[in-house]
């Protein structure tokens, strides 16, 4: 967290005249360390002055001699005068500061910056922002207020100044007792009195007071009536917390004033349900909050709820306090020494609340990025790429937010070893083909005998420096030929020489663009959408759109003279259908890119419409005949279940009886063609079964599906062989499911002859109405 920041200096005349001569004392460069570096060891701060009276602001600075102290306003340099004088200790002394100086257009109010100079380079001073002291008129004069005894009356001014206004408050023009309890007074202007009294009636003024000016408000009486009816009233905050901003170590005074009767309890609590804490925390009053030296774990949303004692009445209002903090810094930069041409990087972290601008000061100057210079990490990383003499200098992290500002410094030294050579000459680059590009150059002027070799170094041109890469050379070759290009692309390329002791620095960078060439044939895939259109497929191209390129398409039926075409497609596009062909035919598809350097080679594809009819007949059928196979295999499953239990039933019925006859089930099933008779007769007509022809009728386990035919009928074997249930030797009756089935059908259709689990099967006389199924 930082600091306090130092209260105003305000030097009257009389302590300025004893402290001129202690201040002049010193003597040029007495009080400045003797480090390499140039830091500041005290640095302006924001002050508020007093027109027409002196101002000085602090400046100190450590570094080797001679250091030359300057100071700039809003940006630009302070000349040397009498209205302005730079101290031996660095220090600024304005002896009559004004708003408006007399005879002239310009002010004393500003940013200031101090600045200090050496062999090694040059620092400024954080923003130091200067202002006059004012005070402005009233802008809230408090109001008369009538209230009953015991209860709450508040009195409120506002005014504007810099400083920020004292406010006392007098009554019938003597100042209030602070030391009565019930008065309570609040920093920003307000004025609470709880249980009133009769003698409390009087007239109110507000007095606002800071270096600039005293000022009185208008007067509002108080007038106090008689004691309330004391009937319940709902607990009600008449005044609550408002949003307030500020920075850090500032006081937080968060009001709530609220009535009722019973009186109502006031409490405190945040939003977002952490705990408020203790330290620096009070409460004034009958329920205003205070907190002391704010800190940005402060900020939040704060809820003043009134209670009606022993209920759960109550009613809140709340305010959102936001602490700000000025920038500090988590790490510093730190003064580095590097070889010339390697990388030099500078790190630097800050923090506060809003988070800080982080900017960068070479020798003073802004720096952005460009060229070798660059900024990462939001500014935080300072990088300087093929560092040479001329980066030499002190590098400045500048974090700034709206509570304030910082700096830190840190010196760059380049180290440059005797003899090395120097930059090689005449560098030229020329492009050989699409994809080579022959770099020539001449030898350095000095110290060529240690060199051992060249380094060139290549990057696209719109790339960062970053994504250079190098490849090394012979000491005795001045030219190199860089193949494995991109084709009508533009590339940089610069040399260094090497010797055992190390690098010379950089050549003058040299561009060249590698020829352009025609485009590759592109990748075609072609699919048949239905009888008469084809969609055709390939991989979009976007840099054949960038030079003024794309595909071209032709098309026609094989065996014709002529395609139809070209159609003219941007790089961009990867698909295009071709609709209302010919279904009978074959065509042929030619597709090519082009650019502005020619065409590319021809991707030809040769596509049968008329095939792709058939081929959709061929998945019809296919599908057709897994579904009949899939019901062929349900067909046996339940034929095979439904003849078990027909014949079950055929042998209960010809079992012996197992009871007197009386006892019998009559039935309804007859064998052997006996047409319809009374079922009175049933019992003494009845004829046994042959065994043979029970045999017949149900195999016995492991042939149920295909019965041995008798080997005097022939045409068993060739009647209805694939189908069980056909072999039945009853020739008058039929299987039926809830339906008249034809009896004297040569074969049964496999399908219509299904029996279902759900439908019971009955044997029924030939020629019985199947109408009587459903009586």
């Not at 209230?147 to 409120?156: D, H, I, L, P």
Request: net charge neutral; glycine share 10%.
């Amino acid at each position: 967290m930082a600091a306090p920041r130092p209260a105003p200096l305000l030097l009257p005349p009389p302590p300025l005249l004893l402290l001129l001569p202690a201040l002049l004392l010193s003597a040029p460069g007495q009080g400045l360390g003797y480090s390499a570096e140039l830091a500041f060891a005290l640095e302006p701060s924001d002050d508020i002055a007093v027109p027409g009276q002196p101002l000085l602001l602090g400046c100190k600075v450590e570094g080797t001699p001679p250091v030359r102290v300057t100071w700039r306003k809003n940006g630009v340099e302070l000349p040397e005068s009498t209205h302005a004088t730079v101290l031996a200790n660095g220090s600024l002394l304005i002896p009559h500061f004004w708003t408006e100086r007399p005879g002239s257009l310009s002010e004393d109010e500003g940013d200031y910056e101090c600045v200090a100079q050496n062999r090694f380079g040059l620092v400024v001073s954080r923003k130091a922002r200067i202002q006059a002291a004012t005070m402005s008129d009233f802008h809230v004069h408090p109001q008369a207020t009538v209230g009953e005894e015991g209860g709450v009356a508040r009195f409120q001014c506002q005014i504007h100044g810099l400083p920020k206004p004292l406010i006392t408050w007098e009554k019938n023009r003597v100042p209030i007792d602070t030391g009565d309890e019930r008065y309570t007074l609040l920093p920003k202007g307000v004025l609470q009195i709880t249980g009133l009294r009769a003698e409390d009636s009087g007239v109110f003024h507000c007095v606002a007071s800071n270096v600039a000016s005293v000022r009185i408000s208008h007067g509002a009486r108080l007038t106090v009536s008689g004691s309330g009816s004391g009937a319940y009233k709902e607990p009600t905050i008449l005044v609550g917390p408002e949003n307030l901003t500020l920075t850090v170590h500032q006081t937080a005074v968060l009001e709530c004033v609220a009535t009722g009767n019973p009186r109502p309890i006031v409490s405190w609590s945040r939003l977002d349900g952490r705990p408020i804490g203790v330290e620096g925390i009070q409460v004034l009053g009958t329920g205003n909050l205070i907190i002391s030296d704010v800190s940005v774990q402060h900020s939040g949303v704060y809820v003043c709820a009134a209670n009606r004692p022993g209920t759960r009445v109550r009613r809140t209002a709340q305010g959102r306090l936001v602490v700000q903090a000025p920038a500090e810094f988590v790490q510093h930069p730190q003064s580095i020494s590097r070889p010339a041409g390697t990388t030099a990087m500078f790190t630097c972290q800050a923090q506060g609340e809003p988070p800080p601008h982080v900017t960068w000061l070479k020798n003073g100057e802004v720096l952005g990025p460009g060229g070798h210079v660059r900024l990462k990490n939001n500014n935080s990383t300072l990088t300087i790429l093929g560092i040479g003499p001329e980066d030499e200098a002190i590098y400045q992290c500048v974090a700034q937010n709206s509570a304030g500002s910082s700096q830190a410094s840190a010196r760059l030294t380049v180290l440059w070893a005797e003899g090395l050579p120097g930059p090689p000459r005449n560098v030229r680059a020329a492009s050989v083909s699409s994809t080579e590009v022959r770099v020539s150059w001449n030898e350095p002027l000095v110290n060529t005998k240690e060199i051992i070799g060249y380094v060139l170094h290549i990057r696209k041109a719109a790339d960062p420096p970053e994504l250079e890469y190098q490849e090394a050379v012979s000491k005795s070759t001045f030219q190199h030929l860089v193949s494995d290009l991109e084709p009508s692309t533009a590339y940089s390329f610069y040399i260094k020489a090497y010797t055992p002791r190390g690098a010379s620095s950089a050549s003058i960078p040299t561009l060249a663009s590698t020829l352009g060439e025609a485009p590759a044939p592109p990748m075609l895939s072609v699919r048949v959408l239905g009888g008469s259109s084809l969609q055709l497929l390939w991989e979009p191209w976007p840099r054949l759109a960038q030079h003024d390129g794309g595909f071209k398409l032709f098309y026609r039926q094989a065996g014709q003279a002529s395609f139809a075409g070209p159609i003219l497609l941007p790089g961009t596009t990867s698909s295009y259908n071709l609709s209302w062909l010919d279904p009978s035919a074959v065509y042929e598809v030619k597709l090519l890119a082009y650019n502005q350097h020619g065409d590319s080679n021809a991707t030809v594809r040769l596509v049968s419409l008329r095939g792709a009819s058939d081929r959709t007949g061929i998945i019809i059928g296919i599908h057709i005949g897994v579904t009949c196979i899939i019901f062929c295999v349900l067909f046996l499953l339940f034929g095979q279940r439904g003849r078990v239990l027909l014949c079950k039933d055929v042998e209960n019925q010809l079992s012996p009886p197992q009871g007197p006859q009386g006892q019998r089930d009559p039935g309804v099933l007859t064998l052997n063609g006996i047409a319809q008779r009374e079922r009175g007769q049933l019992g003494q007509e009845e004829k046994r079964v042959d065994a043979k022809e029970l045999e017949q009728l149900c195999p016995p386990a492991g042939v149920v599906g295909r019965p041995s035919p008798s080997p005097t009928d022939p045409a068993g074997l060739a009647t209805c062989e694939e189908t069980p249930l056909s072999m039945l030797p009853l020739q008058g009756f039929s299987l039926v499911e809830g339906r008249t089935v034809q009896a004297k059908a040569p074969c049964v259709d496999p399908v219509a002859t299904l029996p279902s689990p759900d439908v019971g099967h009955r044997l029924l006389p030939e020629g019985q109405a199947a109408g009587s199924l459903g009586s």
